[in-house]
């Protein structure tokens, strides 16, 4: 499980040290996509596999299904980890998220979040806890 809140910088060429907790559980490759609420998301081989067996099990029928199948699927790439503990993060998921310089990757449970810290900051700041903790009641939490 991923857990925890790391602040790191991306270098001019797009590299992005993961750290060593994450790094552990990742692997030396895993899958980084286009995420929700603008960050990207970051999954082992393993969750990838069982979220792309999902994608796959939606009905073609249904247009949002088709949506978030394309939303998924089209910036998914898969990095390989450095020597230094790096990764090579592709222009067009850097662009999706606004990742210029310093960036805060967090865990969560199954996957980590990769957000910028202007984006990461007005999210954690606009957020009323209280009563988000409030309707998470409604799914047993």
């Known amino acids: 499980m991923f857990m925890g809140e790391y602040n790191h910088t991306i270098d001019e060429k797009g590299r992005l040290i993961i750290p060593s907790k994450f790094r552990e559980e990742l692997g030396n490759s895993f899958v980084v996509t286009k995420g929700l609420d603008g960050c990207l998301f970051a999954y082992d081989n393993t969750e990838w596999t069982a979220l792309e067996e999902k994608l796959k099990k ?73 009563e988000i903790a409030e309707k998470m009641a409604d799914l047993g939490i």
């Open 58 to 130: 939606l009905p073609l029928t249904n247009r949002d299904a088709r949506a978030f199948a394309r939303f998924m699927l089209a910036g998914a790439a898969l990095v390989e980890v450095d020597k230094q503990g790096r990764i090579l993060l592709p222009q067009v998921l850097r662009s999706f998220a606004e990742l210029e310089k310093d960036v805060v990757l967090i865990g969560v449970a199954s996957r980590i979040e990769i957000w910028s810290k202007d984006r990461w900051n007005d999210m954690s700041d606009a957020s009323d806890m209280d």
